[in-house]
């Protein structure tokens, strides 16, 4: 044999066996079954989105970059990736196609090779699941030498520090997440990010564990990865039966590190409201709550489900120790609508007349020796204010309500109203709004705008009875009909997603959890009674058949008002709340304002932090003589 090609032949190592002891070198590691893998393509998107979005307790977000590892045949290959910029892009839809060629370029990496870290993490992680354990969490500065040079040639000047967490489903590893960033951390933070990848181990875990079956559903794994609560952890899940409920509820008991605080989360209860509809309400509560006798309703606005009032909740509950309950409205679920689908929509009346009240009647019935404050964003605080100021004119009209009507001073002690104006008034300029306005000037108002409620009623509701924020934009502008083609051009004169936002420090990941999660369909009904009232020239918000002036009955409301203004809301400018609102004669009425737009008040972080806890002192005035 020639004695070249002998010092070339590189045998496989011999690995020492023992004769009691597993190490992690003798683990092998199964590839996915097809069906497991399957599945996982339509989802693991989600865990990258995830990565990439969290933040440390301030605010600030913690990686730039995220990727995930899968486990493919006897490989790990990169099959997702998430950048701050990757999730502008994917708001905007454009791009992406930069980032398939990039998942697609990548190497697998052979499970069984020296230089795979991410697979001897893999191992290790195999023995601590069987022990019961977690996983550990790895951090790694990349430009250590045993990064593997099929990763390294991936890597850009901003890719400095990785830290990354096996991922398991069912007690199998699945693959090997990890989130980048520029900056080393500290300790204090390195611990923060081994909780939060810990609480994410558990969700996906736990998530894909329950959709991924016969009957599982990709997109509410996703749905449900992406918008689980980071700081804390879940420690026990019961299905319970909850208050008169037919279908059990959900329960899980969680352990927030962030607020040092465990809290029970039920979801959902489902409370008839009338013609088949339901409302759903999300509970948190803390372990210790705090001595006032209150418990809080929050109520989202216009085209919004009740997770654009997730932070305020949780600081709520689990900093100042309420009982809070989280209010979703007809339409904004599919458990909301009745059996046999949608006849025809809804009515903010329907809204104010029957979902409100047959909350507050559940409410009463279950808690009744508590009183209630009702946390409001947008027209989620409309509703409260219309209710109570209107009630009497409500009882005489409803005599068969479907729901009991509770008297408002018998259970509501104050009303919070955030951002929620009297009647609607945009700022920003539509095209060809003020054209119209300038004509009602020449004739009677009510003449006109029945006209055009008339006819874009009859045009929209002969063909379907709700609509989405896409269709709704493309009606409104004469847009193009893709929400992500909507303008986020700062200087753009048209109303659009930033205007309804108004929240300048708004992160990439939260545009996209913004799109993908929080807006929902609406009523075409609803749509046109905005409508109405932004035409308007009466400063006035009427109910549906024009015959009731909410605005005007303001005057009526005995109810304590804390209203919470943003000075830069181009969606409900301040003179359409404080003018009205200063002049009810109640002496615990508050008026504060922030320089926020209008949800940037109850998505930034230090602003709902600080926001909250007047809220509180507030609530704990509302007593004292």
């Known amino acids: 044999m020639d004695q070249t090609l002998a010092r070339k032949v590189n045998p496989k190592p011999r690995r020492k066996g023992n004769a009691y002891t597993v190490g992690a070198e003798d683990i092998y590691i199964f590839p996915l079954s097809e069906s497991t893998n399957l599945f996982l393509q ?101 430009d250590d030498e045993r990064v593997h040079p099929n990763l390294k040639q991936l890597l850009t000047k901003t890719m400095n520090y990785a830290a990354g967490i096996p991922l398991f489903v069912k007690g199998f590893p699945i693959g090997m997440l990890w989130g980048i960033r520029r900056d080393n951390m500290s300790p204090e933070q390195e611990e923060e990010v081994r909780q939060q990848l810990y609480s994410l181990y558990d969700v996906v875990d736990f998530v894909i564990s329950k959709e991924m079956g016969v009957k599982g559903d990709p997109y509410y794994a996703r749905k449900n990865i992406e918008k689980s609560d980071l700081h804390s952890r879940a420690k026990h899940l019961f299905y319970t039966r909850g208050f008169g409920q037919d279908e059990p509820v959900t329960t899980i008991v969680f352990d927030s590190h962030t607020y040092q605080r465990s809290y029970r989360l039920d979801a959902s209860f489902l409370i008839p409201s009338g013609d088949g509809y339901s409302v759903s309400l999300k509970r948190f509560e803390p372990k210790e709550r705090n001595d006032t006798g209150k418990n809080l309703l929050l109520i989202p606005g216009f085209f919004c489900r009740r997770s654009v009032m997730d932070k305020v909740a949780r600081e709520l509950s689990l900093r100042h120790g309420y009982r809070v309950f989280s209010m979703d409205m007809r339409g904004r679920s599919r458990r909301t609508l009745p059996l046999f689908g949608i006849r025809e929509g809804w009515t903010v009346d329907d809204f104010i007349q029957e979902d409100f009240p047959a909350v507050l009647n559940w409410i009463k019935e ?16 409309m509703i409260p204010r219309f209710y109570c100021s209107a009630y009497e004119e409500i009882a005489k009209r409803k005599t068969n309500s479907p729901v009991p009507l509770t008297r408002p001073d018998e259970l509501i002690s104050g009303i919070v109203s955030i951002t929620s104006p009297n009647f609607v008034r945009l700022q920003a300029q539509i095209p060809g709004l003020d054209i119209l306005k300038m004509g009602l000037k020449l004739v009677p108002s009510k003449t006109i705008s029945d006209f055009l409620f008339d006819l874009t009623s009859f045009s929209l509701q ?74 308007s020239q009466d400063r006035s918000f009427l109910s549906y058949d024009g015959t009731l002036d909410y605005t005007a009955l303001q005057k009526n409301l005995q109810i304590p008002l804390f209203s919470v203004l943003g000075s830069v809301d181009k969606v409900v400018p301040s003179d359409t709340i404080e003018n009205d609102l200063a002049a009810l004669p109640h002496k615990k009425n508050k008026i504060l304002s922030y320089e926020q737009g209008h949800l940037g008040i109850v998505f930034h972080m230090p602003v709902v932090k600080e926001m909250c806890s007047e809220i509180d002192s507030w609530i704990k005035g509302l007593d004292s003589t």
């Open 462 to 535: 002969t063909t379907l009875p709700t609509v989405d924020l896409n269709k709704f934009f493309k009606f409104l502008l004469g847009l193009h009909s893709s929400l992500r083609a909507v303008s986020f051009d700062l200087h753009a004169k048209v109303v659009n997603l930033r205007d309804f936002v108004g929240y300048k420090q708004i992160s990439p990941p939260e545009w996209y959890f913004l799109i993908e999660d929080i807006f929902c369909e609406e009523s075409t009904k609803v749509v046109l009674q905005f409508l109405r009232s932004q035409l």
């Open 366 to 381: 279950n808690f009744p020796n508590e009183q209630l404050v009702v946390v409001g964003h947008s027209m989620g605080g």
């Open 42 to 142: 339509k989802v693991w998107n989600a865990f990258v989105n995830k990565m990439v979005s969290m933040t440390l307790p301030n605010g600030k977000p913690i990686f730039q970059y995220s990727i995930f590892e899968s486990i493919q045949d006897k490989n790990l290959k990169i099959v997702a990736s998430a950048t701050h910029f990757r999730m502008k892009q994917v708001t905007d839809r454009i791009g992406l196609q930069s980032i398939e060629d990039f998942i697609r370029n990548t190497i697998p990496i052979s499970i069984q090779d020296p230089g795979n870290l991410s697979a001897r993490y893999l191992r290790e992680a195999i023995l601590s699941v069987e022990k019961k354990a977690r996983p550990e969490v790895y951090f790694h500065s990349l």
